[in-house]
């Protein structure tokens, strides 16, 4: 079959490779029909290259057609339509019992210290091969799926995969009181589709923030106020929007690799050129995020208020303000998507009215062949990209 796989730092190709076949009594066989790249794609693209391996088959957001079921899987059989959740998750431990997918105790990664396996996402995360390709194999497939209408075109379900749930856990987190203001950090997949979901809402103030003509301009419609951080100062912005207090609730929904942290950023691309052993020790003992994104989250929200982190961080040694952060009594709450806890409150969503506009939601659509040039440019932020939804 045809794959993207990663291939070094900002290199990645679309090669042969072996299917998938069943190794596991609970796996499942899919044909995919439409994959996207993730902005988290990017990380592994530039700064957690250490933890890849030349030849991993990239992608988390996939969805397609049944093929072939282990025999202990139930209620999924050949031919049926699913979206592949991007944590791989049992459904039946005490952390998925408790709405943590994400925390799967059955598939953690007790090696690495991390939560539940990700698909096509490095050693850090199971090292599974990802959904940027012709088939994919689903472990734990008895819960890791998401059965969807033989009707409507993906781009109404495939979301579901990622950008749907973790925009949508980042609303909840951020526990924005009715008739408050929200501010979002960060106007590409997540964040813009968080301020669809809140706007959808229509309990709170939204006021989103970037630097990119394009993120800006699609946000337009869901925001009551847009920051473009080129020209505007976003403290002062808000706070006249809020009685000088600051935001109630604040989403970051940038991460790791935000602009306006140069030291930072030239750590993250010194490490980027170690040896993967030595890089990778580096990274989990001595890694920096550029926290510019986290640090005006913390200068944005009022006191007493709510961050929600959304955005990706992966640093060990990060000089978090914690002297602010106790002073303004701030409530933080972060972590990966538990995506099938927040299935059910999303699916009514999901109809021929299409509220949140998702069938318009991507900006390019690619045959599989395009990725490595669409990875050039999404990390670029060229040609008014911001989703992409690859076609096999």
Known sequence: MRAVTWQGRRKVSVDNVPDPAIKEPTDAIIRVTSTNICGSDLHLYEVLGAFM?????????????????????????????????????????????????????TTQNRDQGTGAALFGYSKLYGEVAGGQAEYLRVPQAQYTHIKVPEDGP???????????????????????????????????PIGSMACRIAAHRKGCKVIGVDLVDERISRARAYCDELID??????????????????????????????????????????????????????????????LAALNSAISLVRRGGTISLSGVYGGAADPINMMTLFDKQI??????????????????????????????????????DAAPEAYETFQKKEDGMVKVVLKP
């Open 53 to 105: 391996t030349p030849g991993d088959i990239l992608g988390h957001e996939a969805m397609g057609i049944v093929e072939e079921v282990g025999r202990e899987v139930d209620g999924l059989q050949p031919g049926d339509r699913v979206v592949i959740p991007f944590n791989i998750s049992c459904g039946h431990c005490f952390m998925c019992d408790h709405g943590l997918q994400s925390q799967c105790e």
């Open 154 to 188: 993906d781009d109404r379900y495939v979301y579901l995969s990622d950008v749907l749930p973790t925009a949508w856990q980042a609303v909840e987190y951020a526990a924005v009181p009715d008739g408050g203001t929200l501010v979002v950090l960060g106007l590409g």
């Open 229 to 290: 951080l080129r020209t505007d100062n976003a403290d002062e912005v808000v706070k006249s929007q809020t009685d000088g207090r600051g935001a109630d609730s604040v989403i970051d929904a940038v991460g790791m690799e935000a602009h306006g942290s140069p030291v930072a950023e030239t750590m993250q691309t010194a490490s980027g050129f170690l040896p993967s052993p030595i890089g990778r020790v580096v990274m989990k003992n001595a890694g920096v995020d550029r």
């Open 331 to 368: 409530q933080l709450r972060m972590g990966q998507a538990n995506v099938k806890k927040w299935v059910p409150d999303i699916m009514p969503l999901l109809t021929a009215e299409d509220p949140l506009r998702l069938e318009q939601f991507a900006t390019h659509r690619l045959p599989l």
